[in-house]
């Protein structure tokens, strides 16, 4: 059975940091686009960060470049977000996400991806 699993998630005062980890099993996703999107209720997915299939590269959204960091670890089959100077309009469900097929000018569009976590909750408030 193939799974993603996120852990990390919490509650944090604004200016705080927090690391998701996303956890794969059941084959390996050293062939794939890993990537995080968020959620809050009534809105759709929104893209976060992606990593490549080798871990070289990565690709943020303009609403966390320079505050977020994605790192991909393809010996450990994990994808980490190292989440700086959070913000209360970054409190959403985080999801860990991985396509083989993504392709990179679509690599925003949740469609793209086969497996998904069951994501993990991010408060960031005062």
């Known amino acids: 059975q193939v799974q993603l699993v996120e852990s990390g998630g919490g509650l944090v005062q604004p200016g705080g940091s927090l690391r998701l980890s996303c956890v794969g099993s059941?084959?390996?996703?050293?062939?794939?686009?890993m990537t995080w999107f968020r959620q809050t209720p009534g809105k759709e997915r929104e893209f976060v960060a992606a990593a490549a299939r080798r871990g070289g590269n990565s690709w943020y959204s303009d609403a966390v470049k320079g505050r977020f960091t994605v790192s991909k670890d393809n010996a450990k089959n994990t994808l980490d977000l190292q989440m700086n100077s959070l913000q209360p309009e970054d409190t959403a469900v985080y999801y860990c996400?991985?396509?083989?097929?993504?392709?990179?000018?679509?690599?925003?569009?949740?469609?793209?991806?086969?497996?998904w976590g069951q994501g993990t909750q991010v408060t960031v408030s005062s």
């Open positions: 996400a991985a396509g083989s097929r993504v392709i990179l000018s679509a690599i925003r569009l949740p469609r793209q991806y086969d497996y």
């Open positions: 059941g084959r390996s996703f050293s062939d794939s686009i």
